[in-house]
Nanobody
Framework: VQLQASGGGLVQAGGSLKLSCAAS????????PGWFRQAPGKEREFVAA???????YYADSVKGRFTISRDNAKTTVYLQMNSLKPEDTALYFC??????????????????WGQGTQLTVSS
């Protein structure tokens, strides 16, 4: 499956932004989607993922501020980001894998990666 992330941009601290990820030619019925991010000079880190049953998982750093969701047709996954902080600045990647894993927080366990969309939060 090919993933296309969009919606990144420049926002002030405290603001909000919503990222989208579309699965080209496929739906997320057969895949578990998620989001990772990578800040300059840092390793990629888990942000959020959502299971087939709708249960969502979040990194502690974004819990309560970010929300992952998907549309009813399961063709697009979203990441609503509120109360943004400068430390949220990163390249955000949409990811997917065919089956859920308890090691969802590890980037090596995700098979499909989108090209990334940049979020910059100014202080």
């Amino acid at each position: 499956v090919q993933l296309q992330a969009s919606g990144g941009g420049l926002v002030q601290a405290g603001g909000s932004l919503k990222l989208s990820c579309a699965a080209s030619g496929r739906t997320f019925n057969d895949y578990t989607p998620g989001w990772f991010r990578q800040a300059p000079g840092k390793e990629r880190e888990f942000v959020a993922a959502i299971r087939e049953n709708g249960r969502a998982y979040y990194a502690d750093s974004v819990k309560g501020r970010f929300t992952i969701s998907r549309d009813n047709a399961k063709t697009t996954v979203y990441l609503q980001m509120n109360s943004l902080k400068p430390e949220d600045t990163a390249l955000y990647f949409c990811v997917a894998r065919t089956r859920w894993t308890v090691q969802y927080y590890s980037d090596i366990h995700w098979t499909y990666w989108g090209q990334g969309t940049q979020l910059t939060v100014s202080s």
